[in-house]
Structures are given as C-alpha cells and as structure tokens.
C-alpha cells in the first residue's frame, strides 16, 4: 500500500504526525482561498488516502484565523467567466470529485474552522466527517450571492441530512451566514471550542479515531455514505456483512483477548 507520511503537497499545506494528516490551505492573507490547482491537488490526494495505510485520520483545518474563503474571485471566477459549456462542466465535475474524494477515502476526515468558511470552504467542511469550530466561526453557503444555485458540490443533498430540509433550504437560498452557536445547535458543529486550542482538540479527537479499528472505522464511514440511498432491509443486510466482514479482522480478536485480560486493547488496523 502507497505510504503518504512523506507527501509533499504543492497547493496546500500538509504534515503528519501520529498517523494523523494535517491539510490546511496556505494563503491566510486573502482567508485561504482555493484555485484550481489547489482543487486538483487536493482532489488527488484525498483520493490516493484510500491506498494509505500509515495515515489513520486526517484533519483539514484553519490557518491565519479563517478556515477558506471559497473559490479565489480573481483566479476562478474571473477566469469562469470566458469558459464555454463543456470547460464549465469539467470544473464542476471537478470541484464535485473533491467531494467524493473526501468521502470516499476510507479515513474519519475533522474539520478545524476557524473564521471565514464559505462557499467551497462550507462544502469542504460540510463534507466531512467530524466538525469543532471556535465562536467565531462564520460559515455560508454564498452560491447565490454570486448569482448561481445553492446546489453546488453536493449541498442539496448533503446539507440536509446534517441540519434537515428547512435550515438547509433557509442557507442555501438565503446565502447567509451561520454562526458558530446556530451550527452547533443545528448539529453541523459537534463542539465549539476556544481559538487557541482548536487545533488542540482537533488532533486529540483524531488521535482517539486513529488508535481505534481503522478497517472498522472505514467501514462506518462506507456505511454511512452508502446507506443513504438504501432502504432499511438493504442497510440492516449490508450492515450485517460488513459486520461479518470486521469479526474476520485481528482487531476483533485483538479486543477480545485485551477483555479477557483486563487490559486496553492495541489495535493495528487489519
């Protein structure tokens, strides 16, 4: 399996430490906005952390105060501008293909925000798995500020099932902000936390993930992913097989031996 401890990213900024990939987008000056070379790149390396298996858990977070303006006006959208159809769609496609990347690359994916987080920045965050944000945390859906629809990368679908249909449809339309307190109160945010130690608590939740089941936890990542377009008689029998599928593992074997020791188990991730 392709090992990415020693990955060196490009367009973003990335370290790892304790099995744990740290991703946070570099240019704080202008509140971390993405280009389309930081989409590709990150596009890319979310989809090779699928063949990693010395990275555990990944943390996007913040940097400079703000977690991601969205597209760069001046580098996308301008740009955007003068495409015909056919290179328009390929830029959806792929600003939609980060998304996918994310929730398909097999690691619990936290977000750390901080400040400003809109447009792709939301998304980015709404696609992961686990949220912390600090108080002033304000993250907006602006696509229609910007004279375009709310469904963008998979919002209309996503958001919804994170806050429900009514405050999804209020952000989406509306293209305000959310306040750190709203969103936790909405369930988008799991925890706010103070500013200095955001990235504190974001690698100590990580930490908790990685030094549990990794194939356990991709499969509870796989499930939850897939599970949305099944009914309950399909998701209780895929369930059951990737259950099937775990209790083959040695970490299964691994927990129950720790049990029967009165000991904490170590588990190794096969």
């Not at 001046?74 to 996918?100: A, C, N, Q, W, Y």
């Amino acid at each position: 399996m392709r090992e990415m401890a020693h990955y060196t990213a490009t367009h973003f900024k990335w370290h790892v430490t304790d099995g744990i990939a740290v991703i946070s987008l570099d240019r704080p000056e202008r509140k971390n906005p993405l280009t389309f070379d930081s989409y590709a790149e990150l596009r890319d390396c979310f989809r090779a952390l699928v063949y990693a298996d010395d990275i555990k858990a990944v943390v996007f977070g913040s940097n400079g105060g703000n977690f991601c303006s969205g597209g760069d006006v001046h580098d996308i959208i301008g740009p955007l501008l003068k495409m015909d159809m056919k290179s328009l769609l390929e830029f959806t496609r792929m600003t939609g293909d980060l998304v996918k990347a994310i929730m398909h690359c097999g690691k619990p994916v936290i977000a750390a925000v901080d400040g400003v987080c809109v447009g792709a920045g939301a998304i980015i965050a709404m696609a992961s798995d686990l949220r912390l944000a600090t108080p002033a945390a304000k993250t907006a859906f602006l696509f229609t500020r910007v004279g375009l629809a709310g469904c963008d990368m998979g919002a209309c679908a996503i958001l919804p099932r994170i806050i429900g249909q009514g405050r999804a449809a209020e952000l989406l339309y509306t293209g305000r902000s959310m306040s750190a307190e709203e969103g936790e109160r909405w369930g988008f945010y799991n925890r706010i936390v103070a500013p200095d130690v955001l990235d504190d608590e974001a690698l100590k939740l990580a930490r908790r993930l990685a030094e549990g089941p990794t194939f356990g936890h991709m499969m509870t990542k796989t499930m939850l992913n897939q599970e949305w377009s099944m009914s309950i008689d399909q998701a209780i029998e895929a369930e059951a097989q990737a259950q099937a599928l775990c209790m083959q593992t040695q970490d299964f074997q691994r927990a129950y031996d720790a049990f029967v020791a009165h000991q904490t188990p170590v588990f190794k991730g096969d």
